[in-house]
Each structure stands twice: as structure tokens, then as C-alpha cells.
């Protein structure tokens, strides 16, 4: 609307500069249609067109337009007259429109329990061109974020992929896009606004939490509570509820007051709090609509001292907890007094846990697998680890040579073993080199421990030194060889070879 269309022009032989033209649509079918204005600088008649165009509806407009010189000279008013007429025909192209509905927006009422895939309503839309393509149809996600509503794109029908709930959402706004299937740039909105309709599908319940308690005092058929009740359902009719006791209790009632509101009352007279603190009532909820829907809320009524009034002082049960004359406070210390009683015995017991007996052997090194050491022996009771046994080792059997570890350790030294030695050199050399050291060590303790040779055995030609292994008294043994073994050896020699002698002379 609005836009030019095209541009006549009329010629005047006067070319005066006050020639001055207007032009004018006088006759035709299109004269609603179309408007024609005089362009000044160019003297054309510009023509706009006046309403929207439709291809489909018509296609060709005849106009009568007359064109008139309004500035005329009166000398040629004998010429006259000073106009001329023309007729045009505008023929309307065919564009490529979007489709269009068949409704500004569509409203769909459903109920709430209607099943999964229900179809709720249906949308229209064709193509105005005159080829009239299919139609395309589709749902904006952006105004379906559940996705509870689907759409058949070749029908436009609308159903529902998931469970309605009108409690959670009243309404739905939905926007359906309709496309040309051969141009999808041509596209067209529609709203489709959907209602759900109330399905009475929820329980009435208690409108709040009632902190309900009876009195010791109380007399039969007193007030206690008065209750109300709502449901999220909403019924043509308005809500109604009906109030009632789940079972008959002995000691409270129920009074419905027909105005969706229920008095709790006693039935007897006098309540203790030492023979019951708290009791539970079921109450029965229902409302009148259809289906009828009931639930059942369980009030909590506590048992209460109270004044002569009627009003709350305590609801406590620590007369039932403590004897007669004790109070809180001497409640406290005397628990103070026991828990302090247990962490004494706890301390005790965990100090006397840490005594420990002292070790035999005090060194880091438990050595009790090599030598068996007794109290008695060494420098004295204590001294168990003064002799060395490792020193002493089968050379054959040694391993790693090994330090004393009761004073800074020395250079041993370790014997050389040449068995085909017939003077047993190195036994001597042996015993010599640790007589010596002894002799100038005034830091190494007596030997005067038992001490067992790892040389003595089977592979000494001293055999064994030992009583114990010997089966045979001394007198049995013969001692010359001790003769061959230096002068140091004479004296023993002596002692034990001599007496054989000194019976054989006798």
C-alpha cells in the first residue's frame, strides 16, 4: 500500500513557466485501488496503489484518468477546454506468499486425565498462490520446553505426548509454524492457546500444621481445636468437605461445622500427663465432588498442664523423669561426678598399660638365637652380651666379618686355615694374636665366660676340649699331644699327661 506502480505524463504545447498540470482517476474497476498525484518538478502523475493486491482474487484494473492544465491564458479561453483523458490497465503479478490460517489463533479446552496421544485440536492453513503447495506444519519448542504437546507436520493435528496436570500448569501458550513444503523460507505463526479443565483428582488435606494439646484439667465435650481443610482441585460447584474420625476414639471427637471447618472435643473428664503425654487422632478428610476424594491426617494432641483459665504452662514430661525433691541442677552434678569418676579410671588404666617389664637383652641386636647368657656369668648379672661369639666362627663358615659391639671396634684378625698344615700354625697364630690383644686391651672385659670354639669338632685335629661330648672318664684320655702345641701348653700337658706316667711307674 502506498508504493508507485507507475507515472503518466501529459504534453502542453504551452511551455510557459506557469503551466501547471493535475491529474485525476475519473472512471474505471480499480478506482478504490489506486491513487494518482501530481509529480511538480516533472509535471507526471505518479500512480500508488491504494489497497493491497491479491493475484488470486483479480488480476487486471482498468483506469480513466484525465489530465488538466490548470493555468490557462484567458486569451485562449475560446480554445477550450484544457483537459484530455486516458485509459490505463494495471495487471497484478503473482508473488509466492506464505500460507495463511484459517484462524487468527485457536483456543482448545481439554481435561486433565485425558490419555497420553489424545489429539486436542487441529489447525488449518493453505498456500494463496495459485500453485497452492502443501503445507508444512510445525510446534516452537521455545514455547513448549516439557514438550507435552506434539503436532502431525501433514494434518496440523495437535496431541499430547505426556500426562496433563492443571494443578501444575493451567494454561499452555503454544506457537504453530505453518511452511510451504516447495519455499520453507515462506513461513506463518499462529497462537494456539490451550486450557485444562479440572479433574477433581487430589485429596483434601489439613490447611496448616496444628499444634493441638488438651489440658489435665479438661472437662468432657471442651474445645480443643478447630481445623479446616484445602485441596488443589477446584470444582465448579466450590469446595465442600466433611469432616469425620477415622475410628471411635474414647477419648476425643469430632464436630463437622458444615462450613468446611471441624471442632475437636474431649469425651471425658481429665487427662495425666503420668499415664499418657501424647496422643494421635486420625481424622477422615472427603470432599463432594466426583470422584469423591478422601484422605486421613493424624493430629498430635499433647497432654498439657494448665492454669484455671484454660491457658498452656508446661507440656514437659520431666516430672516423670525425676523423683520427688531433686532438681535439675542436682540432676547435673551428680552426672558431672560420674563422667569425672570415668576419665579417672580411663587414665589409670591406659598409665598402667604403659609399664613394660625391662628387656633381658638391652642391645638393639637380639643375639638369644646364638648364645644362650645366663645372669651369673661375664663382669656380672647384667653383663650378657660381653663375649663376642662371631670372632670365634669356623673361618670356613664365616660370612661377613663381624665387630664387637661392646667396645670401638679393631681390626680382627682373621685367621688363615691350611688344612694340610701338620703343626696346626694356625690355631696357634690364632690363639696368640688374641691373647695378645687382650693382654694390651685394658678396656675389653674378662673373658671368663664359657666360650665354645667354632674350631673344635670334627674339623680340629684338637678334637673336642669338652667333657660333656666325651664318653670316656679323663683318665682314658691321652694329652701328649699337647706337648707338640709350644711351651705355653707344657704346664697342661703336665698335669694331664703326667699323671698316666706317674701310674704306669707305680
Known amino acids: 500500500v502506498g508504493t508507485a506502480i507507475g507515472s ?51 488480476r487486471l484494473y482498468t483506469l480513466k484518468i484525465e489530465a488538466e492544465n490548470l493555468y490557462v491564458d484567458p486569451r485562449f479561453y475560446y480554445l477550450g477546454p484544457f483537459k484530455d483523458t486516458t485509459t490505463v490497465k494495471i495487471s497484478v503479478e503473482d508473488v509466492d506468499e506464505p500460507p495463511i490460517f484459517s484462524r487468527s489463533s485457536y483456543l482448545f ?106 489440658c489435665e484439667n479438661a472437662r468432657a465435650g471442651q474445645l480443643i481445636q478447630t481445623i479446616s481443610a484445602i485441596d488443589k482441585d477446584d470444582p465448579l460447584g466450590g469446595q465442600k468437605f466433611f469432616f469425620s474420625l477415622a475410628a471411635v476414639n474414647p477419648n476425643f ?49 499433647r497432654v498439657c498442664a494448665c492454669d484455671s483459665q484454660g491457658n498452656m504452662q508446661s507440656c514437659n514430661a520431666e516430672a516423670l523423669l525425676l523423683p520427688a525433691g531433686l532438681s535439675t541442677g542436682a540432676l547435673i552434678a551428680i552426672l558431672l561426678c560420674i563422667i569425672i569418676l570415668l576419665v579417672i579410671v580411663v587414665l589409670f588404666a591406659a598409665l598402667k598399660r604403659q609399664r613394660k617389664k625391662e628387656p633381658l637383652i638391652l642391645s638393639k641386636e637380639d643375639i638369644r638365637d646364638n648364645i644362650v647368657s645366663y645372669n651369673d656369668e661375664g663382669g656380672g648379672e647384667e653383663d650378657t652380651q660381653a663375649f663376642d661369639i662371631g670372632t670365634l666362627r669356623n673361618p670356613a663358615a664365616i660370612e ?47 673373658y671368663d665366660s664359657l666360650a665354645t670354639y667354632a674350631y673344635e669338632g670334627n674339623d680340629s685335629i684338637a678334637e673336642s676340649l669338652s667333657s660333656l661330648e666325651s664318653g670316656t672318664t679323663e683318665g682314658d684320655q691321652n694329652y701328649d699331644y699337647l706337648k707338640e702345641w709350644g711351651p705355653r701348653f707344657n704346664k697342661l700337658a703336665e698335669m694331664y699327661g703326667g699323671g698316666e706316667s706317674d701310674k704306669d711307674t707305680s
Open 8 to 58: 503518466i505524463k501529459a504534453s502542453d504545447a504551452d511551455t510557459g513557466r506557469n503551466a501547471e498540470l493535475e491529474y485525476r482517476i475519473i472512471d474505471g474497476d480499480g478506482r478504490d485501488m489506486f491513487d494518482i498525484v501530481t509529480q511538480k518538478n516533472t509535471q507526471e502523475g505518479i500512480i500508488t496503489v491504494r489497497k493491497p493486491l491479491d493475484y488470486e482474487n483479480r
Open 109 to 214: 479446552e481439554i481435561h486433565e486425565d485425558i490419555e497420553v496421544g489424545t489429539i486436542i485440536g487441529t489447525v488449518m492453513a493453505r498456500d494463496p498462490d495459485s500453485a497452492a503447495g502443501p503445507i508444512r506444519f510445525a510446534l516452537d519448542r521455545h514455547t513448549d520446553l516439557d514438550r507435552i504437546f506434539n503436532i502431525h507436520s501433514g494434518n496440523g493435528s495437535i496431541y499430547t505426548s505426556k500426562m496433563l496436570d492443571r494443578e501444575i500448569s493451567l494454561w499452555h501458550n503454544l506457537s504453530v509454524i505453518a511452511s510451504e513444503i516447495n519455499n520453507p523460507k515462506e513461513t506463518t505463526r499462529v497462537s494456539v492457546y490451550v486450557r485444562i479443565l479440572d479433574v477433581n483428582d487430589n485429596a483434601p488435606q489439613f490447611a496448616v500444621f496444628y499444634d493441638t494439646f488438651v
Open 253 to 301: 471427637t469430632v464436630q463437622d461445622n458444615e462450613d468446611n471447618t471441624a471442632r475437636i472435643l474431649t469425651r471425658r473428664n481429665g487427662f495425666s500427663r503420668h499415664e499418657k503425654s501424647t496422643y494421635l487422632l486420625p481424622v477422615v478428610i472427603s470432599d463432594n465432588d466426583y470422584p469423591i476424594q478422601s484422605s486421613t491426617g493424624t493430629l498430635t494432641i
Open 400 to 446: 661377613d666379618k663381624k665387630l664387637r659391639r661392646d667396645i670401638i671396634p679393631e681390626t680382627l684378625f682373621i685367621p688363615r686355615r691350611t688344612p694340610s698344615a701338620p703343626d696346626n700354625t694356625d690355631v696357634r697364630d690364632f690363639i696368640n694374636q688374641r691373647l695378645k690383644e687382650h693382654d694390651h686391651d685394658p678396656s675389653a672385659p674378662p
